[in-house]
């Protein structure tokens, strides 16, 4: 059996959104090591598995996917039995699948595009060397917190964002809320208390916590 | 055929009746609901009230990418006009259905979804049975390919290509002016991707397999606007690209929601 593989970096936020995956499933796998900071991503080995050169890809037996979203989606699917169900409690009920599809392209296009920013600069300049923009931090700041705002209103109904079970939707935004939370953006979640109720389930879980080791 | 005739807005009817017409609703006296048959109504005309209602205006990328997937089922649907002009999707009642405050919006029966690739792909599974296949039938394996192209276009694709035709074109709109370096700079990343797509599209039919998916309809809206100014070179001078592009915006369902922007 092939088995498993992942081709990305531990430290990458999309990697750690496919790693969390694997680990909430309970599954084997080899993460084989890209190297960001050599460029490794851009060579033509690397580009075999992911023309766009970006981290992660993934292989399982066979079949070869790139973009974390698509590659959790499938874990998610293909090993539906194992695990934590990262699906709606109802596989089957369409209507609740839209809830959480609209979920995951909210984090993708509202959510992410802010926060992948922020961890920019305020965690991955300063390990290439460079400084933070404060004022792109204060910026983009200013737009998250009005997503937030509407993730709060949404957190007063639902314990989680899909509904009332944890699922792909709120899995895709751990790395990301991770690194801001060592960072001054901390304060956007804490000061909404449903979000910050939220962002403390999500990280205390066992597979939130593996992927930091 | 839409066939157009002026009444009075009805309140909602009881009973289901079949019927296509132009209904005015009294807070955009300016922009009438439209609601839509894809197919030509029997006279004597009966009345309907769709259960599909979109919430968009026919110009915007995001509304288009839903009305092709409509279309493309054959479905009817109501588009109810949203006032973007005075800011009626940043508030109440437009809030509700989207709390980010984007077009489209999408109510099926008491169904409300936001996110238009959200979307279509509820429109793909839900009425998988009608029109046009959007995803292609199979197991895992092929649904995980789709979905990677699905991510590709909203995350590699998108991001550059609405740049590009928020500056060649949207900008204008508002008055405001092109940035000929921006263009420049967005092109170069686009270009890189293009070259992704033509190695693709030399060993794939379609993006995500040999059919027609939502991984291609996504990209009509964008592509429709950037091959109406100068960056449509970027898609034609790639033979695989081209013929892509061709093929798709050749799609009768594409080309009803292109009349629309005619209306």
């Known amino acids: ?213 | 055929m839409i066939t157009i005739l002026q009444s009075q807005l009805l309140p909602p009817p009881p009973i289901k009746l079949r019927h296509s017409s132009l209904l005015f609703s009294p807070s955009q006296h300016s922009r009438p609901n439209l609601k839509f048959t894809s197919k030509s109504s029997p006279s004597p005309p009966t009345i309907t009230m769709a259960s599909i209602k979109v919430h968009g205006v026919p110009m915007s990328t995001a509304t288009m990418r839903v009305l092709a997937a409509l279309y493309e089922k054959d479905l009817e649907f109501e588009l109810i006009p949203v006032d973007m002009r005075a800011g009626a999707h940043k508030q109440e009642p437009f809030l509700s259905l989207n709390p980010f405050g984007q077009i489209p919006a999408l109510q099926d029966g008491d169904l409300t979804l936001f996110e238009s690739r959200a979307i279509t792909e509820y429109i793909a599974d839900e009425y998988s049975e009608k029109g046009e296949k959007l995803m292609c039938p199979g197991c895992n394996k092929v649904k995980a390919l789709t979905k990677v192209w699905l991510n590709v276009e909203g995350q590699q694709f998108d991001p550059i290509a609405s740049k590009i035709a928020f500056e060649r074109i949207f900008k204008g709109m508002f008055g405001m002016t092109t940035d000929p370096a921006a263009v420049q700079e967005l092109e170069g990343k686009l270009v890189r991707v293009l070259d992704i797509y033509e190695a693709r599209l030399s060993k794939s039919e379609f993006l995500a397999c040999d059919c027609f998916t939502l991984a291609d309809l996504h990209h009509l809206p964008v592509i429709h606007y950037l091959m109406g100014t100068d960056s449509k070179a970027l898609f034609e001078s790639r033979p695989k690209v081209c013929e892509w592009v061709k093929k798709i915006t050749a799609r009768p369902a594409w080309a009803k929601v292109v009349d629309l922007q005619k209306q």
């Open chain 1, 1 to 213: 059996m092939a088995g498993i593989k992942v081709f990305g970096h531990a430290a990458s936020i999309s990697t750690r959104r496919v790693l969390l995956t694997l680990h909430e499933k309970n599954l084997d796998f080899e993460l084989v090591h890209v190297d960001l900071k050599d460029g490794e991503h851009k060579t033509e080995s690397f580009l075999s598995h992911n023309p766009f050169g970006k981290v992660p890809a993934f292989e399982d037996g066979d079949l070869k996917l790139f973009e974390s979203r698509a590659i959790t989606q499938y874990i998610a699917h293909r090993y539906e039995g194992q695990g934590t169900n990262l699906l709606q409690p109802d596989s089957k009920n369409l209507a609740q699948y839209a809830i959480m599809a609209m979920g995951m392209q909210v984090e993708a296009h509202q959510f992410d595009p802010l926060a992948s920013k922020l961890a920019w600069e305020h965690v991955f300049k300063l390990i290439y060397g460079l400084t933070t923009d404060q004022a792109v931090v204060a910026e983009e700041e200013a737009k998250l917190a009005k997503v937030l705002d509407v993730y709060e209103a949404r957190l007063k109904e639902f314990k989680y964002l899909a509904g009332d079970t944890f699922t792909l939707t709120d899995l895709h935004h751990i790395p990301a809320v991770q690194y801001l939370l060592e960072t001054p953006t901390k304060k956007l979640f804490t000061e909404r208390p449903h979000v910050n109720k939220w962002v403390a389930e999500i990280t205390k879980r066992p597979a939130s916590q593996k992927i930091l080791q």
